[in-house]
């Protein structure tokens, strides 16, 4: 390649000192996907020294491998935990988001085994058995918002097409009020019909029709029904007038289903959030009761 | 005819008249000639109400005559009232044919017939007389002129004014100042900046094209002059706009034939060449004297004072000192030995080689904005990394520059008479190493916008620069120990050539040899395969290209056309053959070099078959990149939308390592193939935001960032001058309360940049807004937020010519 000069008597600044850019990987597969051998290696580790080691008379979290198992796993979620402000205190060092991301996901993984391992498989209607529920639950979220960032970003990117959130809704917002002007001559009842898919915004409908693939029973979608539907007079003067409203119609309801799908996609990037998040402090409170349970009520 | 006059004044000028009012106060038998029938026909000429400014403003106006910055009319009325007062001789319609005998017996021809007999004559016929004409197609077609009486005159037109220059401004703020003209008036500037104008005048001007008045085009030039459009060459390649007029405002030269005729000899045979003068104004022919724009400087005030100050010296005076001479003293005034000031500007301008073309009078003028230092053996005049764009040249010594951070010993002279700092006029980076001084030295320093100036009125003192900064960039380049000697016959061939964007330098299959050194903008290196250009790699400036058929000598194997707007240095490639064979580690380095592009040539020769795939798209996905600006970047951030999830923590990292504003907008900009080039700063090679920046604010940073500075004020230049709208204007908000108690109590807005309500309740009315910009996060530890706080490593920062390198093909796979 063509060399690039160096500034004069300054060989190491500019292009020479910065270090090369890391090569592009994505979370999962972060340095070679280090982290997910690591939790590999401690898992496949724990469960042949779970099945080597002869405890008497069974295998349960008060063993000296029980406490272990249970000291390193409560350590892992106050450490795993720690993303959620990792990721809000943007602190000078060199530390990067991805790495922890990917740490956070091989190392929550492993927590299965290790979690589990600790109870010694002894489950029951208790608190203790509650905080491993609740752990198990945070997991499981877990591993959905893994697919859900695996699947989905690619589809995000090819629903939007360049427009940002903002310019869909101002989209949204000058193809109804086209509607609005063009419909003025409209008789009471096509008026009303027009009203309707007027008020029907990006928002409406409530969480499934949110997050269904398909959006059902949309004002709009009625109104271009209807007036598609509507019987074509030879020469009637009102042709024109209906035409550009079916237009109008079929393009807000182009707009709609292209926001829709957008903020769908955003919410079932974010949703699991809403469970994986409150439910790992129910599990924090819940680790907390296990804990000072078993050491004051031994 | 009469009586010999003492003193004949040809031109009533401000220097002409302001001659004539010292010789009627001095008594001295005097005649003023004026060719038209009114007096100070150049300002006589200045459109209708133009305001007439009194710049440099440090210059002490010392002349009979009154002048105040002020409208056109009130200016010419005043002097035709002082004039008559004074009982300054004038003879109007006396057009000056010749000028013939000897120094006290000068006779003078008018075109009337008559003669008229003087001892010394003054020559204040100006520059303006004698205009630069337009030399590209159409040029002399009706529609284009080269003078602006009256702009109330033309309604509905499109006007392109052509110049960057002060009259170009006037007369194209002229046009559009009254709307219900409805002129669409466009100004053209061939740089990026308007050096030669007034600041008044350029902010004006750049007001006028905020308010959609004027529009400016900077970096075109007119190509092609045509009835009814005009053909432009741009930045980003050629287009065509509607065009009905043409002012052409681009300087006007002496008049150079005349004044010969009279015996006077001229510095050089640059056609913008100056009269070689005296400090008295005197000619080379004894008794004529020079002052005024023919004397090298347009000037009001200093025409004025200069038309005092030859009357004085005619007349005996021989002691009175320029009117600037107490702010010159006082500049050399901490400089060892005691010379005057007068010796010192020769000294300086004999000494330094970019300054010796400038007449003792340009001199005088060019120091008033420039000083003087000295420095101890060994003091250290700049240290690397220091902020600074000014240039020094070296009247007196030499100074080492250190080519190393470790061993200071390690150093490299650069001799008496030529210059350093030089790198910095273009890209305003910081220093790039430190200097200090080898003896005792004297050297001038000169700021970025009066070296911009001497360049654009001094041809010479520009090629002279170009020639210094040619051959360091071509030492520095080819390294391996070369000297300036080696490069004597490479230098004699180089030659510089501007491309335009999507210009080929290189044809693929032609048998040239000559090498191109990238000094501006950037190049793409393509091969055709299958009759479709595949995009091979880019070159950014700074970079050569051209060796491979010159060491192999076989035809050209790629094409290598500019990305954008660029500037090369062509060098004959025979000359360049026998440097590499005089130096065999030169040679040897070529070599390595050539493999590496060999190896990539090969790859895509193996990739032929399935070119429809791999090549293709990463053939594609460079061509949008390099479309999309990032042909002219050093460091750009991707998204690979691929792994984005859009939950914006690059721009909430952005924001608070910066004030809590944020540098970047995710969502926007455009995408292919799922890279995603947010609107985000590029740090181009060539910023465009650093060209009009009145404080000089913006720098370009140790690793490459281009940075404002505190000294921003706010003006909103550089917003407008960016292409890709990564500046914003912005009041600073308060710091907000930390993280942990947001967590836990719910105080402030959070992460991420607060929203407008918050900060507008937190910043007074008037708070003044800021230019604010990506600074690449330089002096924060870790490097850029953005690409630090993405959770799925969706978001990169690549130099494109690591980036746009298709060896990554051979690694990845794409």
Redesign the interface.
Known sequence: ???????????????G??S???K????LG?RGGYWGKMALGISITLIAAYLLIDVEPRHNGGSWLGYTLGTVGVLLILWLTMLG?R????T???????A??SAHVYLGLSLMVIGTLHTGFQLGWNVHTLAWVLMMIVIVTGIFGIT??GL???R??DN???T??VQMLETLMDIDRQLFDAAQPLDAGPAATVQAALDETAFDGGIRQRLGRRYRGGATARALAEFRARPQPVDDPEDKLYDRLEALLARKQAALSRIRQHLRI?AL?QIWLYIHVPVTFALLAALSAHIISVFFYW | MADAYRIAIIGSGPAGLSAAGRAAQLDIPHILLEKTDHLSDTIYKYQKGKHVMATPSQLVLRSDMDFDAGKREEVLGTWDEQAAAQGVNVRLNADVTAIEGEAGNFRILLADGETIQAENVVLAIGTQGNPNILRVPGGDLPHVQYQLDDPGEYVDEHITVIGSGDAGIENALGLAADAEQGNVVTILNRSAEFARAKDANVKLLTQAAEQGRITIMTETSPAELRAGEILLDTRDGQTKIRCDRVIARVGSAPPRKFVEACGVEFASEDREAFPKLSPAFESTKKGIFVIGALAGYPLIKHCMNQGYDVVEFINGNTDLKPADEPLLEAKFKGLPGSRTVDHWLDFLRERVSILRDLSPLQMREFMLDSEVHHYRRGATIFEKSEPGSSIFGIAEGHVLVELSDADRSLTQEIEQGSIFGEVGLVSGRRRGATIRAGEDVIAVEIPRMAILKLMATVPAAKRAITYISTERQLLQMFGSGLKSEDLVDVMRTAEIMQVKAGEAIIEEGDDGLDIFVIRSGSMVVEKSIGRKPVFLSYLPAGSYVGEMALLDEALRTATVRAAIKSEVIRIDGRAFRELLHSKPELLANARREMEERENINNFVEAKKDSFSTVVDMYSSVASFLVENGIGEATDVLLIDENLCIGCDNCEKACADSHDGLSRLNREAGRTYAHIHVPTSCRHCEHPHCMADCPPNAIHRGDDGEVYIDDTCIGCGNCPRNCPYDVIRMEKVPPPKPSLLSWLFFGTGPGPGEPDRDWIDDRVSEDTPKVAIKCDMCAGIEGGAACVRACPTGAAIRVAPEEFLSVSRLETEQI
Do not use: N
């Open positions: 390649m063509a060399s690039r000069g160096a500034d004069l008597g300054a060989s190491d600044t500019g292009v000192r910065r090369l850019p890391t592009h990987e994505g979370f972060y402000v990721k809000r205190a943007m000078p060092g060199r530390w990067s988001l991805k922890w991301t859900a960032y989905l970003p690619r995000l990117s939007r097409d360049e940002t959130e955003k990037l």
